[in-house]
């Protein structure tokens, strides 16, 4: 990544001409986005439930129809009834339309003159109020007209437009029919038309103006929040190019794979402008930081991209796998959405790590202003206190996130779900409500079926099996789930009461009878009802529940009665619009749950891997998973939904969010190698990280604040959680992210890997003699590299004496002060690759007698008494080998030193035999 | 399924009788036939010529009424598509093509098809049968004591209620208790009927009358003897046609009525109750010699 990045540093030209290209290109496709909305993206994806539903649309059919309302006190006056007539005819002579429904075509099945009369309520205009109030009353008889066509007042008629299957444009119908309907606006006291054309047109409507109104609010958010934390023209610039390159990428895979712009996959560029800003952030940073060091434009970006190369790439891959993770679902919107954001977020990362080292490259000198203005006065003195009063408060701050943690899982009981398309639109939404005037006054525009299948012909033909259908509609009755059913039974029973002249309608009693019947009852009238070989029956259950939970306990419910009370040959089946949405709920609470753990098993992973441990890994998720858990506790507080927008705020955000703490790990492990201290490594990183770490979260927060003003409710609701995620995690990030990691020693899988001298020099070494590898990398893992310079301190006499040290390249002088002079010291030896020094003191727990000092650039392998007694007490194997080795390395120094002890006696006897010698 | 405008022309002549209404229909199917006017002109002809034949010497037929399937309005012909093998369907025209759906019927049509067409075969059947009773004897009849009356409006006194009577003694001394040839529909069977003993007092002796063809009330028998009391809660009948026709051929006019039953347990197939009478001012009665149709509920 850092030679990558390199080269594009130093071919500057050569990345902006590929880009333009690749754009160019891409913009050719742009003209192929459409937007298109339909109910089934809402729905899962391979869903058998899916299946089912298909195969009872096509056996009963399943026409789309638009619902006219009419809203007046007298309804059946003359002038509105040959208004609403007039409208009739406008309607079916559309070429869209199909059929209408209503009461001038409903047939009221009576008897005339012995014989049998199908004529409409309406075939003629009542004469009189009187004879109005008795065809209403009669017609409130009929199942297929109370709650449908008309409501139990009699004050909201329906016509029910039933359109054709071929050539449905929403934006033709809906104009077509309110340009029809107009005329009877002045007629009644309302008028309006509702369905789901005019709820996929309004919603289409406001994708495009969402866009044009969202969008530059974002890109105005983004360039606020830059403009405050970093105030470099250039720096401002940069995020909006790459986000808008990748944006004009992004529609373009869309224009070319034919992935439409709907309510969820719409906000990808808004998320791309307000998320992709971030790596770009980090780099700007990097580079300034450099800049602010005194270092020229190409030092500044070697600087940038050696020490923020790798950083960006892993955080661009948890970012990625967070937008991907989304795209779990089965639901495929989501499925959309997780693809295509993944993917533009690919091509940001592309476009980032490209474009910003070739930008700065030509332009890193134009600095336009003095350097970020909010944080310039966080100086490291600053950081330095605020880790200090961190560390001091380290329980109280623990105890403060454990009881809003808590405060928050008792918020999670409070959850729902709630799935409905039509929820998508804010309350002054239109359609929404004249959609709650139908659930108000009539049963509903929502529906699902009861599919009765016995498999063999003529089944529902037979008294028996009509009145199993009828103890369901009963049941459905009684249980106040719908206030209309409407089955092949209900046909059946009016045509018997017609026949038999009663005076309500009443299901035949004998098997005869009905074969009577059927000879005058025309199959197509009720074959949404009934196959044609009477196998299998179905009764619509209309409904106007809007809570999906309490949709579920009624279908349960009814499951539960189906299942104990019908006869067992039947295969009874629920089914329709509504159960594939309680399906979807399922799909994206499940979805969910897989995509944050996904997530945050794919963030441990890595983090483990990183830095060899574990332990490390199920640490660094604690200040990520906080946010998490505040997000479903302000969703169950504040009666926020789980629904297809707040359903990715917690990945999304958490794929963010990780950025952060990924950030704060790595450069903690720089800073840590670099100052030998941890406390020093601490303050630093928090110095470091401040201004990119709140600058990407400010404008994160900011972009994502924009979602709230969306009129879509579910995008809203998502922008407002994703901000409380990211602003929590920022909030985890300098807290408790600090505390955490300070706990730990971090030696990162790159620092074993990059130094071969280490996989060389350190099983040759006398320490780690005669154990295996996994034992050496374990014990190498509780353990620190420090690098130090050429005559700089190891340890001085008189320090703790808490460590020993393994040299694993260069040379260190150990000596020892004498009392001659404050200059002079004896040197006791000198240690090279794979020698151990230290140990003597350690072990004796006495302070340093000695100095010991580099003597060349020396890189020191450093092992703590702390992590030898867990060797001890977790490892006996290792530890007993350890002190063998140990006890080995001193006498073999104790041997040597004794050599050398008897040399110098030697030397000293006959330095004194010469001086006597010379005396005499 | 086949409808009339898609029929082959020679299927016309096939199937339809030399009738007033068939002779129209012929008309109709040379007018919408296919291929050359000629062919067109030739049809016009022969229906022309069915059409003058069917008048001459022949009862005036009056148009018969029947429920038209699936629709169940009432009309005086109807088109019926029926199987008549396992993979065939014809298209017949009723009553003009009721000798060809008898024949068909005869040779086991109605053993092929779904449940509701093996039950319209049933229908066509009773539909033609009834045709045939009411034309079996073309002579026009000289003796016309019956079409005065208004049997929509009938007095159930004035029609014989039949074998409600047997528990009695001696009903064929009862008037209205005289036994019913085969065949023929007893009303008193379609309504309740309510055993009050002989020394139950009297309740109601108003005569029961059928308003626009509908009778709902029930039989009762008591020591004045068996009367009817109506209530319009109750199980009925329904005329829905009175045709006259000279059913058994003696020179005096019958009235036939086609009754369906009312209620909540009634079937819907119609019944035929044939009457007469020879003088004008006697008691209607079924004529003798009459040989019904096998209609059930008819017995």
């Known amino acids: 990544m850092h030679k990558l990045m390199r080269i594009f540093s130093t071919h500057p030209w050569w990345v902006v001409f590929v880009l333009f290209v690749l754009s160019l290109l891409s913009s050719v496709q742009i003209g192929n986005v459409r937007i298109q909305i339909s109910a089934e993206e809402l729905l899962v994806m391979d869903d058998p439930e899916r299946r089912i539903f298909e195969e009872m649309r096509a056996r009963f059919g399943d026409d789309e129809l638009v619902l006219v309302l009419l809203q007046d006190e007298q309804l059946l006056e003359k002038e509105k009834l040959e208004a609403v007539k007039l409208f009739i005819t406008e309607v079916e002579a559309l070429p869209f339309v199909g059929k209408t429904e209503s009461l001038f075509s409903v047939p009221h099945l009576k008897t005339v003159e012995g014989f049998l009369d199908k004529e409409p309520y309406l075939a003629s205009v009542p004469a009189s109020d009187q004879k109005a109030r008795e065809l209403l009353d009669q017609a409130l008889i009929n199942p297929f007209v109370e709650h449908v066509l008309l409501s139990p007042d009699a004050k909201v008629m329906v016509v029910a437009v039933i359109l054709n299957e071929q050539g449905i444009d929403d934006l033709s119908v809906t104009e077509a029919i309110d340009g029809h309907l107009s005329g009877l606006k002045s007629q009644f006291g309302d008028a309006f038309a509702i369905g789901s054309p005019y709820v996929r047109t309004e919603i289409t409507q406001k994708i495009r103006q969402e866009q044009s109104r969202l969008f530059p609010l974002a890109i105005a958010a983004l360039l606020i929040a830059l403009f405050l934390l970093l105030r470099q023209l250039i720096d401002i610039i940069t995020p909006i190019l790459t986000a808008g390159i990748s944006i004009l990428w992004t529609l373009g895979l869309m224009g070319l794979l034919d992935i439409p712009l709907n309510i969820v996959t719409s906000t990808v560029p808004i998320l791309l402008i307000v998320v992709g800003s971030t790596e770009d952030i980090h780099l700007l940073s990097e580079f300034r930081h450099g800049q602010k060091d005194g270092l020229k434009t190409q030092q500044a970006l070697q600087r940038m991209s050696r020490k923020m190369g790798r950083t960006v790439l892993l955080t661009f891959i948890t970012t990625y796998a967070g937008f991907l993770s989304v795209g779990v679902s089965r639901i495929e919107v989501l499925w959309q959405f997780g693809f295509l954001a993944s993917t533009g977020l690919l091509f940001n990362f592309l476009v980032t790590i490209s474009l910003v080292p070739a930008l700065l490259s030509l332009t890193g000198r134009w600095r336009l202003d003095g350097g970020s203005r909010l944080f310039g006065k966080v100086n490291l003195t600053l950081a330095k206190k605020y880790w200090i009063w961190l560390e001091q408060n380290r329980k109280k701050v623990f105890v403060l996130f454990g009881l809003c943690t808590l405060v928050a899982v008792a918020g999670f009981p409070g959850i729902h779900v709630n799935h409905h398309a039509i929820d998508s639109l804010g309350d002054d939404s239109r359609a929404r409500r004249h959609l709650e005037t139908v659930n108000e006054k009539l049963a509903g525009l929502e529906s699902f079926s009861v599919i009765l299948d016995s498999g063999i012909e003529d089944t529902f033909l037979k008294v028996r099996y009509l009145e199993e259908l009828r103890e369901i509609q009963d049941y459905i009755r009684e249980a106040g789930l719908s206030k209309s059913t409407t089955s092949f039974v209900d046909y059946l029973a009016l045509l018997n009461g017609a026949f038999q002249e009663l005076e309500n309608p009443e299901l035949p009693y004998s098997d005869d009878v009905v074969d009577e019947l059927m000879l005058f009852l025309n199959y197509e009238r009720i074959r949404a009802y009934v196959s044609e070989d009477y196998s299998s029956a179905r009764i619509v259950v209309r409904h106007n529940i809007s809570s999906t939970r309490q949709l579920q306990e009624y279908i349960e419910d009814l499951h539960a009665f189906v299942d104990s009370n019908l006869d067992p040959g039947l295969d009874v089946r629920i089914s329709g619009n509504s159960v594939l949405a309680l399906s979807a709920t399922h799909a994206m609470i499940s979805g969910q749950l897989q995509s944050i753990l996904l997530l945050l098993v794919f963030f441990v992973i890595i983090i483990s891997l990183l830095f060899m441990d574990l332990r490390v890994g199920l640490l660094a998720s604690i200040p990520n998973i906080f946010p998490v858990i505040v997000l479903f506790g302000v969703m169950g507080y504040a009666d926020i939904p789980l629904n297809i927008g707040t359903a990715m705020a917690a990945a999304i955000a958490i794929g963010i969010a990780v950025d952060d703490t990924m950030h704060f790990m790595l450069r903690y492990n720089q800073e840590i190698k670099a100052s030998k201290s941890q406390s020093g490594a601490m303050h630093l990183t928090i110095y470091e990280e401040a201004l990119p770490v709140v600058s990407t979260s400010v404008a994160l927060i900011a972009g994502f604040l924009v979602f709230a003003l969306s009129g879509f409710e579910p995008l809203a609701q998502f922008g407002m959680l994703s901000a409380l995620v990211i602003g929590t995690a920022l909030v985890a990030d300098f807290t408790i992210t600090p505390l955490v990691i300070s706990t730990l020693r971090l030696v990162t899988l790159w620092d074993l890997m990059s130094s071969r001298l280490r996989q060389q020099i350190i099983p040759r070494s006398q320490l780690f003699k005669g154990m295996r590898q996994w034992q050496i990398r374990k014990f190498i893992l509780s353990s620190t590299v420090l690098e130090f310079s050429p005559g700089e301190t190891v340890f001085k006499r008189g320090d703790e004496s808490e460590e020993l040290f393994l040299v694993m390249e260069g040379l260190v002088e150990v000596s020892i002060p004498i009392s001659s002079g404050p200059d002079k010291t004896l040197v006791v030896d000198q240690f090279g690759t794979g020698e151990l020094f230290g140990d003597v003191a350690m072990l004796a727990m006495e302070r340093r007698r000695t100095n010991a000092v580099a003597i060349a650039p020396t890189s020191i392998l450093v092992l703590t008494r702390e992590s030898i007694n867990n060797t001890t007490n977790f490892h006996p194997f290792i530890a007993s080998r350890l002190f063998l080795n140990l006890a080995t390395d001193v006498s073999k120094r104790w041997v040597k030193f004794i050599v050398k002890l008897r040399k110098e006696t030697k030397k000293i006897d006959r330095e004194e035999e010469e001086a006597k010698d010379a005396e005499r | ?299």
Request: glycine share 10%; net charge neutral; aromatic share 10%.
């Open chain 2, 1 to 299: 399924m086949q409808s009339a405008d898609q029929l082959p022309a020679s299927s016309c002549i096939g199937e339809l009788p030399f009738t007033g209404p068939a002779a129209v229909a012929l008309l109709f199917c040379g007018w919408r036939s296919e291929g050359l006017l000629l062919k067109r002109i030739g049809f016009l002809l022969i229906g022309m010529i069915a059409l003058t034949a069917s008048g001459a010497g022949m009862t005036a037929r009056m148009p018969l009424s029947f429920a038209e399937p699936y629709s169940g309005k009432k009309v005086n012909n109807y088109q019926v598509t029926l199987p008549v093998a396992r993979s065939e369907k014809r298209l017949f025209m009723i009553p003009e093509a009721c000798e060809a759906a008898m024949s068909s019927f005869a040779s086991g049509a109605s053993q092929w098809g779904t449940r509701v067409e093996q039950r319209m075969w049933w229908k066509v059947r009773g539909d033609c049968q009834y045709y045939g009773f009411l034309y079996r004897f073309p002579k026009m009849p000289s003796e016309d004591y019956v079409s005065s009356y208004d049997f929509m409006n009938a007095y159930l006194r004035d029609i014989p209620m039949g074998a409600r009577c047997a528990a009695l003694e001696n009903p064929a001394s009862i008037p209205g208790c005289e036994p019913f040839p085969p065949g023929v529909p007893d009303l008193s069977r379609l309504l309740p009927f309510v055993d009050r003993g002989m020394e139950t007092p009297r309740i109601d002796v108003s005569p029961c009358q059928m308003q626009n063809g509908i009778f709902r009330g029930r039989v009762i028998q008591d020591k004045d003897g068996v009367h009817c009391e109506a209530d319009l809660s109750a199980p009925g009948f329904r005329v829905i046609s009175v045709n006259y026709a000279d059913v058994n051929g003696d020179g005096y006019l019958d009235v036939v009525l086609r009754l369906i039953p009312l209620g909540r347990h009634a079937g819907r197939m119609p019944l035929i109750l044939p009457l007469t009478r020879k003088d004008p001012n006697g008691v209607f009665t079924v004529p003798t010699g009459t040989v019904l149709p096998e209609v059930p509920g008819n017995q």
